[in-house]
Each structure stands twice: as C-alpha cells, then as structure tokens.
C-alpha cells in the first residue's frame, strides 16, 4: 500500500503562485510514475502534470510554460509549482501515484483563484 498527503493548496489572486507537495508513505519502491490531477466543479478529472521515476515530464496543454512539476526522490515527494495562476485553474487537486499493480490518490487539496 502506498499512502500519499498532499498540502499547498488555498486561495491566490490570478496571477499568483502556489507550490503543491505531496508526500508518498508506505510501499515507496513500488512507485513508478507520479502526477497531479484536478478537478473543477461538474468537471470530469484531468491530467496536469506528470514526472516518471527518470523525471520525465509532461503537461496539459493549458499549463504549459505556467506549472512545473519536479520530483525528489529522496524524500518521496512530487512538487508542482504553479505560476501565473488564472480563474480558470480552481479545482480540487489531486496526486496520483502508479506501480505496476495499481494507482493510489491523496485526498486533495482545493486551490482557489480569484479575479
């Protein structure tokens, strides 16, 4: 099993800045790939971002050049840095962690922006 805790979310005025973190626990090695996910109200649930154990990444076309996500394997963390933030990035944001044998979510984070 593999247990991950996400903080950094809240309330940013567009054209803000928030760092999420999302620290993984238990089964770590089995993890393969790590990503952050959102989901706004009525919304289905999208990819954001996405780092692979070699950290290689990938982006949803609306982030690019405003989100980086970096990983840190030592800690077992995932970070997503999120510049530029607009009305339309407010979601729920979740981390999702892949083994071979299953995904695992955090709980989520809600992230706010205002006009």
């Known amino acids: 099993q593999v247990q991950l805790a996400e903080s950094g979310g809240g309330l940013v005025q567009a054209g803000g800045s928030l760092r999420l973190s999302c620290a993984a626990s238990?089964?770590?090695?089995?993890?393969?790939?790590m990503g952050w996910y959102r989901q706004a109200p009525g919304k289905q649930r999208e990819l954001v971002a996405g780092i692979t154990r070699g950290r290689r990444t990938k982006y949803a076309d609306s982030v690019k050049g405003r989100f980086t996500i970096s990983r840190d394997n030592a800690k077992n963390t995932v970070y997503l840095q999120m510049n530029s933030l607009k009305p339309e990035d407010t979601a729920v944001y979740f981390c999702n962690a892949e083994s071979v044998v299953r995904g695992y979510w955090g709980q989520g984070t809600q992230v706010t922006v205002s006009s």
């Open positions: 238990g089964n770590i090695f089995s993890i393969d790939d």
